[in-house]
């Protein structure tokens, strides 16, 4: 072959080289992935998730997050972490990878007794496509797991198995799919398998082929989003539960045929609510209730506190629910007046009708089954049971619960002739009773005579607290309603489900009944005869309100919230800054010596009861960490989750009475900290979180009162105590206690405030400053020289200056009061605002800066319990103060909204006022 022929070769091959990446550059790639085009179509349940990092602060702050990891499959995966975390060489790495990305995960029933799920994320990078290749290879060179690869139907796809035994054979491990940079893997083989199939019909609808133009993500604090196709769902219900169970089960899910919802979590709750389809097949429940209107649930007066299960169902006469054929055998063999009487009874029965299951003490006992149904003439409905007994020869014999009569009604599975087949299994000697303007039939006379026991007794769910706030949080009209109490239906679930399943369910007890009532509702549209009409739905997991407050709107138009304490609080409110939140959380103490800590959603996540009030200002750790806070007698430590860590409390000696605590600042990760304490007035004492004392500090006496908590620095890797004392003396520690050269530091007259510090590479060229109550400003180092010295402000005998630095210790102001009268300055000595006090009661000034013009000045009355806050122009926000019955309040600020968060005590109420600043 000649060179010419050659070059023109590679020519050609270099042209179509460039073609087909142009195509695919412009055809393929820049067409994005719909991950919803990669689900299965035999998807039972879809969830998208996407900021990850706040769903996990979310199912920590409603304690589910500790009953999950109890779970055996989350066991599993958080081992499987643990070996990501261990072979990529990093801490949190598959939480940081997916970070805020929308995973999918899908649930399929993948046999006759089994089900699987099938995850999909998406590779955003070329730095996480290499994270992810890396991990495989380090899978592929350990011992333990064996890698492989296959074809497919032209996709490649990874097998990941765990080897196991002395003979190396492979576990049951992950197959793996990497599509277009979207990453698929399952437990599952035939699940990634079903997915390749899926791309070979790329025109064929998607499982949210129904919902494209809903995106619940666009709304702010939804956690997840999850598509349920109710087509299927009694598919995967009949692998949990017992066969003869499922009909019923199918009968209630033929509302609808899929639904899209959102989630939220949210304090004591979980609530999911969307959009639901409705289900077109000829037969369905909601074929029948079509164009039957909404109803409240009134029968709370007739429904008993021992109820484990009530599918509530609002209509307008019951005939609507009536099948298209009568059961087998049912009024054949009666006489010809019965189903006249049946018609009859029929047509008094109207609004609401309810089938209930009963709480039973033992899952071998069958739960006890009751009907319930509405009448708007009860002494009606009376007579024609009188004449349906006498009809049908049934004995005129009663029983007698308290003032209520129960009867035999004669006819086999009456519930059912009269309220559909939704209400089967009641036998062939169902009896029946009337409470007030209900009918109540039971499938036993045991069942029922312990049910009237309840209404006897008056143990219903309208007397009950707890459940009546349960129903308030639900939907007022519904059409259909499914309400649980997990703690009474345990034994009946453990009844229901099949065998294999019984023990994950005794495994994971403390999950299922941590959030005890569950409701399930389904809101018809108003029209339901437009096209593309569609049920509202909610899904609410709640747990009773038990804690130690009630939040509430502060304001009429929503802004600002309450939360309403059972005893009033005694500390200052501290904000606690959350990663990617628009809110902090807040720290506050009551009367009772009981720490809380409220969510930025105003909840209280978690509470614990200290032996006494705090001694200071909480201090808070970096990252997970948690914070440290003081007792008069006890020093703790919790983490971000509330729970007390190693070693502590530490417990003071009993001649020690804590009145500050200052902590060292992290020389290096995972080095033990130091906790100064300040007691007995003039004392100090030194411990490290491991409980050992220092030497020097058992204690380290001082001659004269302190003027402020000792400062705890680190300067060139050294450990620094700055200690100011009321008689102007300063003295400099080491962590041995001894005095650093130069020290003790006289500034010339008395101390009333701590120190502005700052820090630099050495001793000599860190700057203190301080204000002395001669008005002067005086700046010192870490070698012992004063390097400044000048006048703020005039002063007298009776004025008290302070320095006031700003909450991140960037600034400061000087404050002087003289009498009734507060001052503040620059440290210049420029007047910035002054304000006259009525009474002689202790004054706060705090100063926060959040960049230019965002300043913000708050002088605080304890007397009265007045908070008055000043902007940046000095003007006085709201036109007066602000009600605040502790000595401090906190103020965070929102850049994206250019809003102020002002936090303020005032007796029992925790409030948060939004500010916008102008």
Not at 140 to 154: H, I
């Amino acid at each position: 072959m000649s060179n010419r022929v050659l070059v023109w070769l590679t020519l050609l091959l270099l042209l179509t080289a460039l073609g087909s990446y142009v195509y695919y550059r412009r055809t393929v790639a820049s067409v994005p992935v719909d991950p919803w085009a990669l689900v299965p179509d035999d998807a039972v349940l879809v969830a998208m998730t996407r900021d990850h990092p706040t769903l996990i602060r979310h199912l920590k702050e409603t304690q589910v997050w500790d009953n999950l990891t109890a779970v055996r499959y989350f066991q599993q995966v958080e081992e499987n972490l643990v070996l990501v975390d261990s072979l990529a060489g990093g801490r949190d790495v598959l939480l940081k990878f997916l970070g805020r990305k929308r995973v999918l995960t899908s649930v399929h029933v993948t046999g006759p007794q089994q089900f699987g799920l099938l995850f999909q994320v998406p590779i955003g990078s070329v730095r996480e496509y290499r994270q992810v290749r890396g991990l495989l290879e380090s899978l592929g060179r350990a011992p333990d797991f064996k890698v492989t690869t296959r074809d497919y139907e032209g996709q490649v796809l990874t097998d990941v198995g765990r080897r196991t035994g002395a003979e190396g054979e492979e576990s049951r491990g992950l197959t793996l799919l990497n599509y277009r940079n979207h990453l698929v893997f399952s437990s599952s083989p035939q699940l990634v398998e079903a997915v390749v199939r899926r791309l070979t019909r790329p025109g064929a609808p998607t499982v949210a082929a129904d919902f494209t133009s809903t995106d619940y993500f666009r709304l702010r604090d939804v956690d997840a989003t999850l598509l349920l196709n109710q087509r299927r769902l009694p598919q995967l219900l009949g692998v949990l539960f017992r066969s003869e169970l499922t009909p019923e089960m199918a009968a209630v899910a033929s509302l609808a045929r899929n639904e899209l919802t959102e989630m939220r979590l949210a304090g004591n709750k979980v609530v999911f609510q969307g959009f639901a389809n409705p289900e077109t097949a000829r037969g369905s429940l909601h074929q029948r209730l079509q164009g039957q209107p909404a109803q409240r649930l009134r029968m709370a007066e007739v429904l008993p506190l021992r109820a484990a299960l009530v599918i509530h169902l609002g209509l307008g006469p019951v005939t609507a629910l009536r099948g298209t054929r009568p059961p087998a055998g049912a009024t054949d063999s009666l006489a010809p007046a019965v189903p006249a009487l049946l018609d009859s009874l029929r047509g008094q029965l109207s609004r609401e009708v309810a089938l209930c299951y009963l709480s039973t003490n033992s899952a071998r006992v069958r739960p006890g089954k009751l009907a319930l149904a509405y009448t708007a003439d009860p002494a009606r409905v009376t007579t024609l049971l009188g004449r349906l007994r006498r009809a049908v020869g049934a004995s005129p014999s009663f029983g007698k619960v308290g003032s209520y009569q129960l009867y035999q009604t004669g006819v086999a599975e009456l519930p059912q002739q009269l309220l559909g087949d939704l209400f089967t299994g009641f036998g062939p000697r169902p009896v029946v009773a009337q409470v007030g303007s209900y009918v109540v039939f039971g499938d036993d006379e045991a069942a029922l005579r312990q049910y009237l026991t309840d209404m006897v007794a008056g143990s219903t769910w309208s007397r009950s607290p707890t459940q009546v706030a349960f129903l308030q949080e639900t939907q007022p009209l519904a059409r259909l309603r499914v309400l649980l109490d997990t703690r009474n239906c345990w034994n009946l679930l453990l009844r229901g489900l099949q065998e294999q399943r019984r023990a994950g369910l005794l495994r994971n007890e403390t999950l299922f009944k941590r959030f005890p009532q569950v409701s399930l509702q389904w809101v018809p549209a108003d029209n339901e005869q437009e096209d593309g009409a569609q049920y509202f739905t909610q899904f609410l997991l709640r747990h009773p309100a038990e804690g130690p407050a009630e939040a509430r709107p502060q304001n009429a138009d929503g802004t600002g919230s309450v939360l309403d304490f059972k005893v009033p609080l005694s500390s200052s409110p501290e904000a606690v800054v959350v990663a990617g939140v628009r809110l902090p959380g807040v720290l506050v103490q009551d009367t009772a010596h009981v720490l809380h800590y409220v969510t930025p959603e105003n909840v209280v996540a978690w509470s614990d009861s200290l032996p006494g009030p705090l001694v200071g200002p909480t201090v808070r750790l970096p990252g997970a960490a948690g914070f440290l806070v003081a007792t008069p007698r006890q020093l703790f430590q919790f983490n971000n989750s509330g729970q007390p860590q190693p070693n502590f409390p530490l417990n003071l000696p009993d001649t020690v009475r804590a009145t500050s605590l200052s902590v060292s600042p992290a020389a290096r990760e995972g080095a033990a900290r130091r906790l100064l304490v300040a007691g007995g007035g003039s004392n100090l004492f030194m411990y490290d979180t491991q409980g050992r004392a220092y030497p020097g500090w058992q204690p380290k006496q001082l001659e004269f009162r302190l003027a402020a908590p000792p400062q705890y620095l680190l300067v060139d890797g050294r450990d620094v105590v700055l200690v100011l004392l009321e008689n102007g003396y300063v003295y400099a520690f080491d962590q041995a206690g001894g005095a650093f050269p130069g020290f003790p530091l006289s500034v010339g007259a008395r101390l009333a405030s701590a120190a502005f510090v700052e820090i630099a590479p050495t001793l000599r060229r860190t700057r203190l400053t301080v204000v002395n109550q001669h008005g002067e400003r005086v700046s010192f180092n870490l070698s012992g020289d004063v390097v400044a010295r000048r006048r703020v402000a005039t002063w007298s005998r009776n004025s008290r200056f302070r320095l006031v630095a700003d909450q991140q210790q960037r600034g400061y102001v000087v404050s002087r009061e003289d009498g009734g009268q507060l001052t503040l300055f620059d440290p210049e000595g420029k007047t910035l605002l002054s304000q006259s006090f009525l009474t002689t009661a202790p004054r706060s000034v705090q100063f926060f800066d959040f960049g230019p013009n965002r300043q913000a000045y708050v002088l605080t009355e304890t007397g009265p319990g007045q908070a008055y806050l000043y902007d940046a122009r000095f003007r006085l926000v709201g036109g007066k103060p602000f009600d605040s019955t502790t000595p401090r309040v906190d103020l965070t600020y929102n850049p994206t909204t250019s809003t102020f968060h002002l936090f303020r005590v005032n007796g029992n109420e925790l409030r948060r006022t939004d500010i916008l600043v102008k």
